[in-house]
């Protein structure tokens, strides 16, 4: 099976040139246009309003959900299991691959599609937020509904949903338990397949709770696990302090240098960069969308800015901790090293064996908080297109369990290529979307603003403020 899938099958080969032609000639471009587009119409409001995401991230974890019962997701438990799907493979293996790929460069392009893609998650996510619908215990939304009440698209609305149910709940869930696999069989020698098997195992019980115990084991997992791997990438950094005006100056020569453009190496570490970014932030991809309309909010704007400031957390938070622990220890340029076994390499060069130890129990929470997340926005895309049991059933099964394990058997390079070829359809479906709707998050941004500039504390939304498609919307009377 091994063999089959090896980097040189023809699977993976054909996986490799539908990707070259989606990001070469496509998704780059679109993606930076758009972020550009909507940083332009939204008055750059990733960075002027960077505050205001802070305070109603501050105010909605110490309050907790507005209201209990049916709508009892609160705003920060939305963000936790966003940020738990972002911050996952993509912020340690995601980067690695894209420095032993692309070079140091690569991180220059993951920052920057950070910064105009946090513009393109706003307006995916406030968009989410206003045609959202009633469900059964939560709130639920995404692409799929803006699509189809929005757009009023049925067949685009449908792809979507299936794109979602196989990027999100099958392809990228095998992303995540190759990377676990990987990391544990490295540090500790643990047998892949037992450890698919208890991931699997693990996912399940779990993700067959619902958004609810999603949301709560999201809520206390990810701030744990993000503010310890910041403390250990400050104390790498703080031993290189001497190092690290050197490290940066490499990124740029990367990102620039004459010697890229030359031989044709820039558009390599342009695309890595900007792969993996997705990969790692999803802005533009429609995938956090699904979880932030679940979230009660006053004003469809205030989960739009928490979602754009995910994106930050997610990228130039998470993701630049990996690049410097890489980057300081200088074996991005080793051809023995890739993918998870680079960033543990890499931090076993500073910390000596524990290091190995540490990225495992790392990617192990990272990973499996992705995993979980990435369940829900499969199956609640799944209920989009049918309310049928057995469907369902179906799909936790090769969701939760078959690509799970399935990640643990394949090689690294099939995992990725089959997940990148998934993530171009499903980011081209949805920026179509947001660029077509994308006038109603303006207006409800600006309508937030004038009531900030009046004094209120806490805007509020109605749908009569937008009467032409008062009857698309259903949860804001």
Same mark, same amino acid.
């Given at each position: ?37 909507f ?18 991230l ?20 939305a ?10 493979t ?58 189809l009440?929005?757009?009023? %698209? ?7 949903? &299936? ?25 500790? +020698?643990?047998?892949?397949?037992? &450890? ?20 709560? &084991? ?21 031993m ?16 620039? +240098?004459?010697?890229q ?14 792969? $993996? ?12 969308? %699904? &979880? ?28 630049s901790?990996t ?21 543990q ?50 799909f936790?099964?090769?969701? +939760? ?12 390079? /099939? ?9 171009? /359809? ?16 303006? $207006? ?34």
């Amino acid at each position: 099976m091994n063999e089959f899938f090896a980097p040189d099958g023809w699977l993976n080969l054909t996986l490799e040139h539908i990707n070259d032609f989606l990001w070469t000639y496509i998704l780059i471009g679109a993606l930076i246009l758009c972020g550009l587009f909507f940083t332009w119409r939204t008055r750059f409001v990733q960075f002027r309003m960077i505050g205001e995401m802070v305070r109603l991230l501050g105010d909605s974890a110490s309050t907790g959900p507005k209201d209990k019962g049916k709508k009892s997701i609160s705003s920060f438990q939305a963000f936790a299991v966003s940020v738990a799907t972002r911050v996952g493979t993509g912020n340690l293996a995601g980067v690695a691959t894209a420095i032993a790929v692309g070079g140091p460069g690569s991180i220059f392009w993951m920052w920057l599609i950070a910064l105009i893609g946090s513009a393109t998650a706003f307006v995916e996510s406030t968009l989410a937020q206003l045609y959202k619908r009633k469900g059964e215990r939560s709130f639920i939304g995404g692409p799929a509904y803006y699509i189809l009440h929005g757009m009023h %698209n049925k067949w685009m609305a449908a792809l979507f949903a &299936v794109l979602m149910a196989l990027t999100f709940g099958l392809s990228y869930n095998s992303i995540q338990s190759n990377t676990i696999c990987g990391a544990m069989n490295q540090a500790f +020698g643990f047998d892949p397949i037992i &450890v698919g098997i208890i991931l699997a195992a693990l996912g399940l019980i779990i993700a067959f709770g619902g958004i609810h115990r999603i949301a709560n &084991v999201s809520s206390v997992v990810v701030p744990f696990m993000a503010i310890g791997y910041f403390i250990i990438a400050v104390i790498i950094i703080g031993m290189n302090i001497d190092k690290v005006p050197h490290m940066f100056k490499v990124i740029f020569e990367s990102a620039f +240098g004459v010697g890229q453009f030359a031989g044709g190496a820039i558009g390599i570490t342009m695309m890595n960069g900007i792969k $993996r970014g997705l990969f790692s932030n999803e802005a533009g991809e429609g995938s956090a969308p %699904n &979880v932030a309309a679940t979230a009660h909010v006053t004003h469809p704007v205030k989960q739009g800015l928490i979602q754009a400031l995910g994106v930050f957390t997610d990228t130039l938070l998470v993701c630049s901790c990996t690049a410097f622990i890489i980057l300081l220890s200088g074996l991005y340029n080793n051809p023995e090293y890739n993918g998870i076994n680079l960033t543990q390499g890499a931090l076993q060069s500073q910390i000596g064996n524990a290091g190995t130890i540490v990225v495992a129990v790392a990617i192990f929470f990272f990973a499996f908080s992705s995993i979980i997340g990435n369940y829900y926005y499969g199956e609640s895309n799944v209920l989009f297109l049918t309310r049928k049991r057995w469907i369902l059933q179906v799909f936790r099964f090769f969701s +939760g369990g078959v690509m799970v394990i399935f990640g643990a058997l394949a090689s690294l390079d /099939l995992v990725w290529s089959l997940g990148d070829v998934c993530m171009a /359809l499903l980011t081209a479906c949805n920026l179509i979307a947001i660029i077509f709707l994308g006038k109603y998050a303006f $207006r409800l941004l600006n309508d937030y603003r004038a009531q900030k500039r009046q004094g209120i504390k806490d805007p509020t939304f109605s749908r009569d403020k937008l009467p032409e498609i008062a009857d698309d919307i259903e949860c804001w009377e």
